[in-house]
T-cell receptor, first 114, second 112 residues
Framework: DGGITQSPKYLFRKEGQNVTLSCEQN?????MYWYRQDPGQGLRLIYY???????QKGDIAEGYSVSREKKESFPLTVTSAQKNPTAFYLC?????????????FGPGTRLTVT | QQPVQSPQAVILREGEDAVINCSSS?????VHWYRQKHGEAPVFLMI?????EQKGHEKISASFNEKKQQSSLYLTASQLSYSGTYFC?????????????FGQGTTLQVKP
């Protein structure tokens, strides 16, 4: 079955520690995205990548970093510089083309930092 | 820049209709609609494109008014399974970049 996997589902960390969230897709999509969702809020774009070895900052990139060494993988690191990291993190992917294509979302990782 | 959705919340009885609006302050290239159940990932419903092409779901329809920079999602004869939070995501610029800006969401509750 094709899809997006995110691991782990729940993650707990102490303040001051960096943490990396995994995102893997086998849909052969060129574009991948990371969103943050806070309770009762919409999705805010952290980073996105349309091609391997290239990525762009979204609206709330401060305190986060990403890499895109493989088409299938787009890990997100939440650094200690992120002031309020506790949130639900969603990874998505899509086809890239002239038209606009649906984004397929992974199941999400709920990060709690104390 | 974030699109504004209205209403914020709706409560319906099964079989009733609902309309959810999404309004942007910027010119639109595309509008995506997604539904999210609590604690789950958003699920795709519909894409509307500048120029009128529409792709999406059988039982739910939508409109796209380029001039007013608005889109509306129409849920007819609602079912219990329609409950969830609906998000619009807007694409801007003259062509597709893949980047979307999401609204704050509209919570829909369908009761028996």
């Amino acid at each position: 079955d094709g899809g997006i996997t995110q691991s782990p589902k729940y993650l707990f960390r102490k303040e001051g520690q960096n943490v990396t969230l995994s995102c893997e897709q086998n849909l052969n999509h060129d574009a991948m995205y990371w969103y943050r969702q806070d309770p009762g809020q919409g999705l805010r774009l952290i980073y996105y990548s349309q091609i391997v070895n290239d990525f762009q900052k979204g609206d709330i990139a401060e305190g986060y970093s990403v890499s895109r060494e493989k088409k299938e993988s787009f890990p997100l690191t939440v650094t200690s510089a992120q002031k309020n990291p506790t949130a639900f993190y969603l990874c998505a992917s899509s086809i890239v083309g002239q038209s606009s294509y649906e984004q397929y979302f992974g199941p999400g990782t709920r990060l709690t930092v104390t | 820049q974030q699109p504004v959705q209205s209403p914020q919340a709706v409560i319906l009885r099964e079989g009733e209709d609902a309309v959810i609006n999404c309004s942007s302050s910027k010119a639109l290239y595309s509008v995506h609609w997604y539904r999210q159940k609590h604690g789950e990932a958003p699920v795709f419903l519909m894409i509307l494109l500048k120029g009128g092409e529409q792709k999406g779901h059988e039982k739910i329809s939508a409109s796209f008014n380029e001039k007013k920079q608005q889109s509306s999602l129409y849920l007819t004869a609602s079912q219990l399974s329609y409950s969830g939070t609906y998000f619009c995501g807007t694409g801007h610029g003259s062509s597709n970049t893949g980047k979307l800006i999401f609204g704050q969401g509209t919570t829909l509750q369908v009761k028996p």
